[in-house]
């Protein structure tokens, strides 16, 4: 299985809005609506910021939205601020076999 | 709330078997799915497997063959075994937890590095 595609960079100013991208397969992004955004500081573990494609755990900011277009979901994070600034991966879930993937990561960049 | 800590040892020689152990706290594992990932330094997530709480397990088929996760419900442990490591398997390794058992982690360990190295 291979992984999810992420660009590996993206950047934006306070206040402004930055989408990151996550292009997979029908056999796992367009096949399910399991698709799940994680936020990774460094040296920190990965926290969980949308699944189910759009859904936020609780205590998430309602800056950080997800949405899905066939093969490819989308992280949206808007009014960006400095602590926004991390690694952001994407995962599918790829059916029972595979089970599931990750992308790659972006790196944000708050200017 | 629950927690997750991951113990074990930070250096493994090449060839040997890489042992680490997930204590759970707030929660049972005697539910959910319970799941491995790795981050090899600088680098992206790889998930290495689950346990259910039924005990049935899945791997990652790159990995199938030298990865073995069990768990101890009366310590509510689950553990990792990785056989005939090699320095690509350096990485931190996260325990976690995916409620859905579709590939959707709402929980994580701290993760702790573990280097391989004669």
């Known amino acids: 299985q291979s992984a999810l595609t992420q660009p590996r960079s993206v950047s934006g100013s306070p206040r402004q809005s930055v989408t990151i991208s996550c292009t997979g397969t029908s056999s796992d992004v367009g096949g399910y609506n399991h698709v799940s955004w994680y936020q990774q500081h460094p040296g920190k573990a990965p926290k969980l910021i949308i699944y189910d494609v759009s859904r936020r755990p609780s205590g998430v900011p309602d800056r950080f939205s997800g949405s899905k277009s066939g093969n490819t979901a989308s992280l949206t994070i808007s009014g960006l601020q400095a602590e926004d600034e991390a690694d952001y991966y994407c995962?599918?879930?790829?059916?029972?076999?595979?089970?599931?993937?990750f992308g790659g990561g972006t790196k944000l960049t708050v200017l | 709330q629950v927690q997750l800590q991951e113990s074990g040892p930070g250096l493994v020689k090449p060839s040997e078997t890489l042992s680490l152990t997930c204590t759970v706290s707030g929660d049972s594992i005697s539910s959910y799915y319970w799941s491995w990932i790795r981050q090899p330094p600088g680098k992206g997530l790889e998930w290495m497997g689950y346990i259910h709480y039924t005990g049935s397990t899945k791997y990652n088929p790159s990995l199938k063959s030298r990865v073995t996760i069990s768990a101890d419900t009366s310590k509510n442990q689950f553990s990792l075994n990785l056989t005939s490591v090699t320095a690509a398997d350096t990485a931190v390794y996260y325990c976690?937890?995916?409620?859905?058992?579709?590939?959707?982690?709402?929980?994580w360990g701290q993760g702790t590095l573990v280097s391989v190295s004669s």
């Open positions: 995962s599918s879930y790829a059916g029972s076999y595979t089970r599931g993937v």
């Open positions: 976690a937890r995916d409620p859905g058992g579709n590939f959707q982690v709402h929980h």
